[in-house]
């Protein structure tokens, strides 16, 4: 994500300092390499930290201080509990911007992308400021609370299902086989488990160690028991029941034939 923004910022006319603590911030030569953290923000007007989660609140500590006064301290970690107390506690010179982009480094433009703003000091001018930068971006401002627990769901569990998931399926020795049997239900499924594969073992740990998790994924471990077990007992009638239950409740906010229809179409779309 680093290296992604900063070409962003490149295409905007930014000058950009990149510093990387294990390699170049990024390619090219339009990137000022600097040679140390605190002398990448020196002169910032904004500085972007694109760094592992657990790591960020002991960074701004490190150069919030060292900063302009005036200066923007931008932070784009997927859990903020921690990240926001932190920001809480920069010197007053120093404007906090808390956003958390929900997409990665392959998209090509930041049209139509979701952003998250938690607000941390003073919310209509962060975002403000956020969307100033972001042009074409849609945002969403939401509490640092509500967002931890939001996104145990939206990038936990599915992080969560999707590790186990390409887990088990990584241990088939007779995948080409799978392949040759499957059908569009698989073929999406792999589809995303193998990409959410892409990402750092470090971010995906990070993702799924997010403390609000744990609430859905005992209901996700709790709900497998209950239904292999009515299988196995043949309750046929309680496993339908949970069927159209889902289906019900699903169907109060979208239309789940469309939905089969958007599938097909990502099949088609993968395989051209």
């Known amino acids: 994500m680093g290296q992604w ?8 006319g930014f000058e950009v300092t990149g510093y990387d603590s294990e390699k170049k911030a990024a390619a090219g030569k339009e990137i000022i390499q600097a040679e140390s953290l605190v002398g990448a923000i020196l002169k910032a007007d904004y500085v972007v930290l694109c760094t592992p989660t657990r790591k960020t609140p002991e960074i701004i500590r490190l150069i919030a201080k060292e900063m302009k006064r005036g200066t923007y301290l931008i932070e784009i970690s997927s ?25 990665g480094p392959g998209i090509k433009t930041m049209r139509g992308q979701n952003i998250i703003s938690v607000p941390v000091k003073d919310a209509k001018k962060e975002l403000a400021v956020a969307k100033s930068l972001f042009e074409g971006a849609n945002f969403v401002t939401i509490d640092v609370v509500e967002h931890d627990k939001k996104i145990a769901v939206i990038l936990g569990l599915t992080h969560l299902m999707n590790l186990v998931f390409a887990n088990i399926v990584s241990k088939d020795e007779k995948m080409l086989l799978t392949e040759k049997m499957s059908g569009t239900t698989f073929r999406v499924q792999k ?27 005992e209901e996700l471990w709790k709900d497998i028991g209950r239904l292999l077990t009515a299988v196995q007992e043949s309750k046929t009638e309680e496993v339908v029941k949970y069927i159209k239950d889902c289906q019900e409740r699903l169907g109060k906010h979208t239309d789940i034939n469309k939905s089969y229809k958007r599938m097909t179409k990502m099949v088609k779309a993968v395989e051209k």
């Open 5 to 12: 923004f900063s070409k962003y910022f490149l295409g905007k």
């Open 79 to 103: 859990e903020k509990s921690k990240v926001v107390s932190s920001l809480t506690r920069m010197p007053a010179k120093i404007n906090p911007i808390c956003i958390h982009p929900m997409f």
């Open 191 to 217: 589809t995303l488990a193998e990409s959410i594969m892409t990402e750092s073992p470090e971010l995906i740990e990070t993702i799924i160690a997010n403390p609000e998790i744990r609430r859905v994924a």
